[in-house]
């Protein structure tokens, strides 16, 4: 009971966990803010943006509104989180463990697959659009919320499994 307590609240915190990942790549954007005052997005031509508090430099970094963030953390727990869960308990219960590359690799192929769908410009990008958008950006994402689900899942499973035994 306890561990799957652990299961279902750690892959909660971890899907609305998720959209920080903003965060780290806009850390040059936020750390010059930070000491500056003003928020600039990094691009020539774009207005500094006087800054008073963190929450400035949040509603700078997250433009999308609350609504679609909530609807991709949904999506995010639904569609991703969930049946990976089912699919490692199954290995779990025929004795195949899964490990964490390999953890890291389903999710990497699963974002990089909703980056293909979801992006269609890419088809007429360049190369290195194309590179950044479909593997850098997806498995960067995918090694950041499999560090989340090892923080708060699968080590705290692990400890309650090794006292067992």
């Given amino acids: 009971m306890k561990s799957t307590l652990i299961k279902i609240f750690g892959t909660i915190l971890t899907a609305f966990l998720s959209p920080s990942f903003a965060l780290l790549l806009k850390h040059k954007q936020i750390w010059r803010a930070i000491k500056t005052g003003y928020y600039n997005e990094g691009y020539t031509g774009y207005p500094d943006y006087p800054i008073d508090s963190f929450i400035d430099i949040l509603r700078h970094v997250y433009t999308d509104p609350i609504d679609v963030q909530i609807l991709m953390i949904l999506i995010l727990l639904v569609l991703v989180l969930t049946p990976l869960r089912f699919y490692k308990e199954d290995r779990y219960e025929k004795g195949q463990p899964i490990s964490f590359l390999r953890q890291w690799f389903i999710l990497g192929i699963v974002f990089c697959l909703a980056c293909l769908v979801f992006a269609p410009y890419l088809y ?25 689900l090892y923080l708060f899942v699968d080590r705290w499973i692990n400890k309650i499994q090794n006292h067992k035994k």
């Fill in 124 to 148: 007429t990008a360049d190369i290195y659009t194309i590179l950044g958008v479909l593997l850098l950006l997806p498995l960067s994402f995918a090694l950041y919320v499999n560090i989340l």
